[in-house]
């Protein structure tokens, strides 16, 4: 294992790690992550994609999936108009379009590729309304969550040399002062 790759694995193990004890993910919840593997090795965003990078990340996300029982949904390059990679079962519980591509480090960047790759039965699909994800080297995840988004700070400020924002969504606040919400 190479000093990135150790060190990809700590950084991400520390960031699941942190996103399981924050307690905002419930089951079912969608999560979107948007990647640039070249950011993560130092290079500029769309330059330098690597598959063994994102192996290093989609595994330390399976861990987060199968801990928190969420769908995993990754973010296509804007080659691919940002289009999403999903399991077909999170196609069908939540009624989503599939259009026809299969991402490729060229065209839809290499963790979209990877994921598209090792997911048991990978479809793609146009848009999503996610409740939560992370953005890996400022891909621009944010047309892919629910309307209220809200940023998290996270210890874990980067994973290898990209810069990593995460943020959860919550229900839109309405009816003014006199309404009661929730805590």
């Not at 500029?44 to 769908?71: K, N, P, V, W, Y």
């Not at 979209?112 to 621009?140: C, L, W």
Request: charged share 25%; glycine share 8%.
């Amino acid at each position: 294992m190479s000093k990135l790759d150790g060190q990809l694995k700590h950084n991400m193990d520390a960031l699941i790690t942190e996103w399981i004890e924050s307690n905002y993910l419930h089951e079912g919840d969608l999560f979107v992550i948007g990647c640039s593997t070249s950011e993560v090795a130092g290079e500029s965003i769309g330059t330098s994609g690597s598959e063994d990078i994102a192996a290093i990340i989609f595994e330390s996300l399976q861990r987060l999936a199968q801990e928190s029982s969420i769908h995993l949904v990754f973010q296509c390059c804007e080659h691919l108009n940002r289009a999403l990679v999903v399991e077909k079962e999170t196609l069908q519980a939540y009624d989503l379009s599939e259009v026809s591509v299969i991402p490729i480090r060229e065209a839809g960047g290499a963790m979209a590729s990877y994921a598209f790759k090792h997911f048991k039965n990978p479809v793609v699909v146009e848009r999503i309304q996610a409740h939560a994800g992370i953005d890996i080297g400022d891909t621009m995840i944010g047309m892919q969550l629910k309307e209220v988004a809200v940023p998290l700070r996270f210890k874990q400020k980067t994973i290898g040399n990209a810069r990593v924002t995460g943020a959860r969504t919550r229900p839109k606040l309405i009816g003014g002062p006199r309404a009661k919400y929730a805590k």
